[in-house]
């Protein structure tokens, strides 16, 4: 009965019930948690799974939401003073 419910749900949305499974929401969850910059340890325990998982599962998903703050952090706004020179783009 359950699988029905949540069948018609999905169904009602628009969505494909033979293509989308809760699972297939654990995983949106997780990775939007994880992009959002909770804790993995936090996450982790949130979906009763372990960090190792979340980092061999999801790591593919949000690399470039790290790319993206590895490059904020090296190549930031510089204040020109000292021996520092500010590059411009």
Not at 43 to 54: E, G, K, P, R
Not at 59 to 83: C, M, P, T
């Amino acid at each position: 009965m359950r699988r029905d419910v949540v069948r018609n749900c999905f169904a009602a949305a628009g969505m494909d019930p033979d293509a989308i499974t809760l699972y297939c929401l654990r995983h949106t969850a997780i990775t939007r948690a994880l992009l959002r910059n909770l804790p993995i340890r936090l996450v982790a325990a949130s979906f009763d799974t372990s960090v190792a998982m979340i980092e061999k599962t999801y790591s593919r998903f949000i690399v470039h939401k790290g790319n993206d703050q590895l490059r904020a952090a090296l190549v930031g706004e510089q204040s020109g003073s000292g021996n520092v020179i500010p590059l411009r783009g």
